[in-house]
C-alpha cells in the first residue's frame, strides 16, 4: 500500500488545517499508521499513531492541538491541526512505521 499525504499549506499563527493521507488500497488490515514531520534543519520527528480501531498517541508537545483519525471505509487517513504554530512548519508524512518508503510529504507553512 502507497501513501501519500496531501492538503498542506500557509496558515496563519492560531489556524488549524486538515491533512489527508489517502492510501493506494485497503487499510483496513493495517494495524498501526503514523504521521511524522521534519522541520527545517531538524530531524524527522513522529507526530501521532493510530491504530486500525481508532485508539490514537501523540508527541508530548502535541497532545491537545492535533488530532489523527482514519477511516477505513474510504482508505484514508486525516490529521487535524488546531492552533498552528510558527515551530509546526513542517514537512508532514503519513508512512506505516517500517514499512515502505516515505514519499513526497506535504508542507505546512506556519510564519512567524
Known amino acids: 500500500v502507497q501513501l501519500q499525504a496531501s492538503g498542506g499549506g500557509l496558515v496563519q499563527p492560531g489556524g488549524s488545517l486538515r491533512l489527508s493521507c489517502a492510501a493506494s488500497?485497503?487499510?483496513?488490515?493495517?494495524?498501526?499508521m503514523a504521521w511524522y514531520r521534519q522541520a527545517p534543519g531538524k530531524q524527522r520527528e513522529l507526530v501521532a499513531l493510530?491504530?486500525?480501531?481508532?485508539?490514537?498517541n501523540y508527541a508530548d508537545s502535541l497532545k491537545g492541538r492535533f488530532i489523527a483519525s482514519r477511516d477505513n471505509a474510504k482508505n484514508v487517513m486525516y490529521l487535524q491541526m488546531n492552533s498552528l504554530k510558527p515551530e509546526d512548519t513542517a514537512v508532514y508524512y503519513c508512512?506505516?512505521?517500517?514499512?515502505?518508503?516515505w514519499g513526497q510529504g506535504t508542507l505546512v507553512t506556519v510564519p512567524a
Open positions: 488500497g485497503s487499510i483496513s488490515d493495517i494495524l498501526v
Open positions: 508512512k506505516i512505521p517500517g514499512f515502505g518508503s
Open positions: 493510530i491504530t486500525s480501531d481508532g485508539s490514537t
